[in-house]
C-alpha cells in the first residue's frame, strides 16, 4: 500500500505535497518523492527511508512549483532504493502509483522489443514509458492515458504529471482508492480525504474504473469504458477524517471495499512479484522437517484456519489439526515434542486465543502467529509474527482481516510445499500467480455489489438460511453463515454439503434459503447432486459459481450470484466477497446497526 498527493494550484506545491504525504505515511514509508512543474519544467526530488529524508532533500534543493504529485511509497517491486522511489518519469511524463500492474512483465518486453530501456525495478515505469510513447507519438496527455489504461491488468491508483503542461493533472482508479479534491482555483488527488483534509473538505470518491482529467478549476470524470460520468462532491466530515470511511455509508462495507488493496499489499511482503516465488525469509517457519501444525483461533479467524487445513495438506502434504482456541485451551491436547503451533487473529488481544498460546507455550511448542495489529499481545507472546497488512478494521464483522488472513496462509502453504518438496518450481510458479490475480477477481465481485443486494432483497424475510460448501469451501460456507447471523440477526447455518443429509437436511422446505458456494472445482458435480437433495424437498436455491449460465447445474436456481473463473487455489479468497456482500446488504435492508451489532465487541478480551 502505498500514498498519492496530487495539486494542481496556485501557489507552491512542495510544502502542501509534504504534509499530505505525512497524513498518509501510515500506508507505507520506505521512500518517498515529489515532482513539480516549475514554469513547465518537470524536477524531482526523490529520498529513500522516512519522509523526513525527503524533507531534508526539498530543503536543500527546494521545488518551487506550483503543480505537482507526492509519493509514500511500501516496497512491492524493486528494493527502496531512491532509483526506484516515485514519481517514476520518462519522457515527459511522471507517474506516482499504488497497487500492482500484474501484466508488467509482458509489458515492460514489449516496450524492450521497441528498444526503451528501463531505469528502476518497479511495475509502475511500464506505465510511465507506454504513456510517453504515446505522448512521443503524437497523442495529448489525455488521449495517452486514455490508451493506455485499458492495457493495464491489475489493482492499482495513479497520478500523471506532465513536462510542459501547467493545466493538466491525470488521476485514475481501478481496485485502489483515489479522492479528488477542490480549492480556490485548485484541484487536489489523494488517495483518502484524511491526504486532502488541510486543504478542503469538498471531495469527490472516484468510483471503480474511473479516471479523472483535472484543470486548475475543473475536472472531467471517465469511466471505465472512456464515457464522461458525473460524480458527487461530497462534504468530509471531522470524525471521517479521524478513520476516513471514503464514500461509504458505514466502516464494514469500506473494509469490504478496501480488499483489493489490502490484499495487494499482504501478498506483496511474502511474495516476489518479479519472480513469482514466495519469500522464504519473510515467511519466518521451518517447515522442512516439521510433523504436525497446530492451529488455534476463534470466530472468523478460525475459519481462516480451517481453510488453510486444506491449503497445508494438500499443497505441501502437512498434517494440520486446526481448533477453536476456546475448545482447545480446555482439552488437554498432547502436543509433538518441539511442535509448532500457529495462532491467528486480527485484535491479537483475543482472550480463548491468548489462553491456547499459553498452553501451547507451557507444552514445548515453537509459537508463531499472524496478527493484524502487531503490537498487540499475542504478537508479543509469540517466537514468529507473520502479520497480516489489512489496515485498522473497525467494523465488528471481520471481512478484510480475513481475506488477509487467507492471502498469509495461502503464502505459507506454498512456502510449506516448497520446503518440504511437494511443490516443484513451476507449480510455486503458478500459484504465486494466482495470488497475485486475486485484487482484480475481488475488485470484479464488489463491483457487482448491486445484483448481491438484489439477491440480499430475496432472503431477508426467511427465519433460517443455510450455507452448504464442500471441501476448502465448506470454511467460506461457515464464515458466510456467521457474517450473516452476526450482523443481520437472521439465524443461519453453515454446513459441509456432503453432511446435509445425515441430518441438516430436515430443516429444508421451501420458506428456507439454501446458499451454495460451488465453484467449478474437482467437488462440484458432487456439490450439484447436494444441491438437488435441496431442490427436491422445495429449498430455494441460491448458488454462488463460476459456472457458465446454468452449465451442469440442471434444477432450477432460486438465484445465482456470479464468481470469476480462476485457479482452485485461490477459491477461498475470491467466494468469501459474496458472502460478505450478501450479509452486509441484508443488515442494511433489515435496518441493524451494521459497523457495531448487538451483544458483540470487536475484541473478546474476556473468556
Ligand atoms: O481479533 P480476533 O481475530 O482474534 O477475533 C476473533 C473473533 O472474535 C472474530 O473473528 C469474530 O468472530 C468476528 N466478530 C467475526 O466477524
Not at 506532465?162 to 488527488?189: C, H, N, V, W
Not at 480525504?193 to 483535472?214: C, F, K, M, N, R
Not at 515434542?337 to 495462532?343: D, P, S, T
Not at 504478537?379 to 471481520?398: N, Y
Request: with cysteine; aromatic share 6%; glycine share 8%.
Amino acid at each position: 500500500m502505498c500514498g498519492i498527493v496530487g495539486i494542481i494550484g496556485n501557489k507552491p506545491a512542495a510544502p502542501r505535497l509534504l504534509e499530505g504525504l505525512k497524513r498518509l505515511e501510515y500506508r507505507g514509508y520506505d521512500s518517498a518523492g515529489i515532482a513539480t512543474l516549475e514554469n513547465g519544467h518537470l524536477d524531482r526530488r526523490r529520498a529513500s527511508g522516512k519522509l523526513f529524508n525527503l524533507e531534508a532533500a526539498q530543503e536543500a534543493d527546494p521545488l518551487n512549483g506550483p503543480i505537482g504529485i507526492g509519493h509514500t511509497r511500501w516496497a512491492s517491486h524493486g528494493a527502496p532504493t531512491v532509483k526506484n522511489a516515485h514519481p517514476i518519469a520518462a519522457g515527459t511524463v511522471a507517474v506516482v502509483h499504488n497497487g500492482i500492474i500484474e501484466n508488467f512483465l509482458d509489458l515492460k518486453s514489449e516496450l524492450e522489443g521497441h528498444g526503451k530501456i528501463f531505469d528502476t525495478d518497479t511495475d509502475t515505469e511500464v506505465v510511465a514509458q507506454l504513456v510517453a510513447r504515446e505522448i512521443e507519438n503524437g497523442a495529448t496527455p489525455k488521449q495517452a492515458v486514455g490508451t493506455v489504461l485499458p492495457r493495464l491488468e491489475g489493482a492499482f491508483a495513479l497520478v500523471f504529471l506532465f513536462d510542459g503542461d501547467t493545466q493538466t493533472l491525470i488521476g485514475a482508479r481501478k481496485g485502489s482508492p483515489l479522492a479528488l479534491g477542490k480549492g480556490e482555483g485548485e484541484m487536489y488527488l489523494g488517495s483518502d480525504a484524511i491526504a486532502l483534509a488541510p486543504l478542503t473538505s469538498q471531495v469527490i470518491y472516484l468510483e471503480e474504473g474511473d479516471w479523472v482529467v483535472l484543470s486548475h478549476t475543473g475536472h472531467e470524470i471517465f469511466d471505465l469504458t472512456g464515457a464522461p460520468v458525473q460524480r458527487p462532491w461530497q462534504q468530509t466530515s471531522a470524525y471521517a477524517l479521524l478513520i476516513d470511511k471514503g464514500n461509504h455509508r458505514n466502516f464494514m462495507v469500506k473494509e469490504i471495499f478496501d480488499q483489493p488493496e489490502v490484499i495487494g499489499h499482504t501478498f506483496a511482503n511474502y511474495i516476489d512479484l518479479a519472480s513469482r516465488t514466495v519469500k522464504q525469509d519473510a515467511l519466518k517457519v521451518e517447515f522442512a522437517n516439521l510433523e504436525r501444525l497446530t492451529v488455534c483461533a476463534c470466530g472468523t479467524a478460525f475459519y481462516a484456519g480451517m481453510a488453510a487445513k486444506y491449503w497445508f495438506e494438500k499443497y505441501a502434504r502437512l498434517p494440520v489439526d486446526v481448533d477453536i482456541a476456546s475448545e482447545f485451551r480446555y482439552r488437554e491436547a498432547p502436543l509433538d515434542k518441539n511442535g509448532l503451533a500457529l495462532f491467528i487473529s486480527q485484535s491479537g488481544e483475543t482472550a480463548d486465543t491468548l489462553a491456547a498460546l499459553q498452553y501451547c507455550r507451557d507444552n514445548g511448542q515453537k509459537i508463531a502467529s499472524i496478527v493484524n495489529v502487531q503490537e498487540s499481545t499475542i504478537a508479543r507472546d509469540s517466537d514468529m509474527i507473520i502479520p497480516t497488512f489489512a489496515g485498522p478494521e473497525v467494523g465488528v464483522a471481520s471481512t478484510k482481516a480475513f481475506t488477509c488472513q487467507l492471502t498469509v496462509l495461502a503464502c505459507l502453504a506454498i512456502a510449506a510445499g516448497r520446503a518440504r518438496g511437494h511443490l516443484t518450481s513451476a507449480q510455486e510458479i503458478a500459484l504465486v500467480s494466482s495470488l497475485i490475480g486475486v485484487p482484480r477477481h475481488v475488485a470484479d465481485i464488489t463491483n457487482r455489489s448491486d445484483e448481491i443486494e438484489g439477491v440480499a432483497k430475496r432472503i431477508i424475510t426467511a427465519r433460517d438460511i443455510l450455507f452448504l460448501g464442500r471441501g476448502i469451501n465448506y470454511p467460506i460456507a461457515l464464515e458466510g453463515a456467521l457474517k450473516l447471523k452476526e450482523i443481520s440477526y437472521i439465524h443461519a447455518e453453515g454446513y459441509a454439503a456432503g453432511e446435509l443429509k445425515h441430518g441438516p437436511i430436515a430443516l429444508v422446505d421451501d420458506n428456507v434459503p439454501v446458499i451454495i458456494v460451488a465453484p467449478r472445482d474437482n467437488l462440484f458435480e458432487k456439490t450439484v447432486s447436494n444441491m438437488q437433495e435441496v431442490a427436491a424437498r422445495g429449498g430455494q436455491i441460491i448458488m454462488i459459481t463460476d459456472a457458465d449460465e446454468r452449465e451442469g447445474i440442471g434444477t432450477e436456481l432460486f438465484d445465482l450470484i456470479h464468481v470469476p473463473k480462476a485457479d482452485a487455489f485461490i477459491n477461498p479468497l475470491l467466494y468469501a466477497i459474496p458472502v460478505q456482500l450478501l450479509a452486509y446488504h441484508a443488515a442494511v435492508l433489515l435496518g441493524t446497526d451494521v459497523d457495531q451489532p448487538r451483544n458483540l465487541a470487536k475484541s473478546v478480551t474476556i473468556e
